[in-house]
């Protein structure tokens, strides 16, 4: 079943054609690596068929390209919060390799940076890094649990990551 016949299932509103799967399809192949294209053109459907289930959407067009934007940019937040999780564990990473005394002690000062470093941190953004990474919490649980945002949290997190990040360099 194509994305269109599932968009189109109940029926409402002004019906979706071939087209606008390939226009959206375009959209997504000049903006992102092709191997997401895919994932994006299903979730801007989708996001359609739950609208059209509140009401007929008057200027389709119009509508799938503002859906087809808003997935992109949650996309794109999306991939720059992965390369700076991917950059603070490949650090961290390197802490975890003790293999000859030398290298244990030097894990041992980086271990002792990290520690410092995480007590230097503001005390919300502190517990903010310690709920997400070492009790696994997602964003939107943190976020429900101190009343803001997952944008918010998303901002603290970035904030840790890089204050790791800038003292784990500075040690090597």
């Known amino acids: 079943m194509g994305v269109n016949a599932i968009a189109n299932s109940d029926g409402e509103g002004a019906p979706l054609q071939p087209s606008h799967e390939a226009a959206v399809r375009r959209y ?3 903006r992102v690596p092709v191997h997401d294209v895919d994932d994006l053109v299903q979730d801007v ?3 359609i068929r739950q609208r059209r289930q509140g009401g007929e959407i008057e200027n389709v067009d119009a509508y799938l390209f503002t859906v087809a934007a808003h ?3 949650r996309y794109r937040r999306k991939a720059a919060q992965l390369r700076d999780d991917d950059g ?3 650090a961290l990473a390197q802490i975890e390799d003790p293999s ?3 290298r ?3 894990g041992r000062e980086e271990i002792a940076v990290v520690v410092r470093t995480l007590e230097r941190l503001p005390a919300r953004t502190r517990e903010i890094f310690m709920m997400h990474r070492f009790s696994a919490m997602t964003y ?3 976020a429900r649990h101190h009343g803001i945002s997952p ?3 998303e901002k603290h997190m970035t904030t840790a990551l890089r204050a790791l990040m800038a003292a784990t360099e500075r040690t090597r």
């Open 28 to 30: 997504f192949q000049r």
């Open 45 to 47: 459907f989708l996001s």
């Open 88 to 90: 603070a564990m490949a």
């Open 100 to 102: 000859t005394p030398e």
């Open 71 to 73: 997935a992109l940019s």
């Open 140 to 142: 939107a649980a943190i």
């Open 151 to 153: 944008s918010a949290i």
């Open 104 to 106: 244990a002690l030097m």
